[in-house]
């Protein structure tokens, strides 16, 4: 079994571009845009536990903020138990993070992101 701990080096960039992006839309008022690039975020760091973590730490303040209890609520487990289990390996891949989408569905991968991972040297196996 594979433990995963921190974000690989030629992977962080495109994560921390995604939680800049995400600050400036929310900054902007621009909530859907804002909103997909913690998603976009979520997805390229989802095998990562701190970083996992960190984003449905963002998730949860973003539904605190536009007062969406179904997200706050959503987010609460998915803080507890995504961390670990990108620990230790077990998670679905593509998923968003998003309380609007079941937690242990995987998803389609967008090619732009594809093309993130594979710039990044990183399987999506």
Not at 26 to 42: D, P, S, T
Not at 61 to 82: H, T, Y
């Amino acid at each position: 079994m594979k433990f995963f701990t921190s974000v690989p080096k030629k992977l962080n960039p495109f994560y921390k571009i995604e939680l800049e992006n995400y600050e400036i839309e929310l900054n902007k008022g621009n909530l859907n845009v804002a909103w997909n690039h913690l998603e976009r975020a979520h997805i390229i760091v989802q095998k990562y536990p701190f970083a996992h973590t960190e984003v449905h730490w963002k998730m949860l303040k973003f539904g605190l903020k536009i007062k969406n209890s179904k997200e706050v609520i959503g987010q609460i487990p998915r803080l507890i138990f995504g961390g670990v289990k990108s620990f230790v390996g077990k998670i679905p891949i593509g998923n968003p993070g998003g309380a609007n989408v079941p937690p242990l569905k995987s998803f389609e991968i967008s090619e732009e992101l594809k093309e993130v991972f594979k710039k990044a040297d990183i399987s999506l196996n």
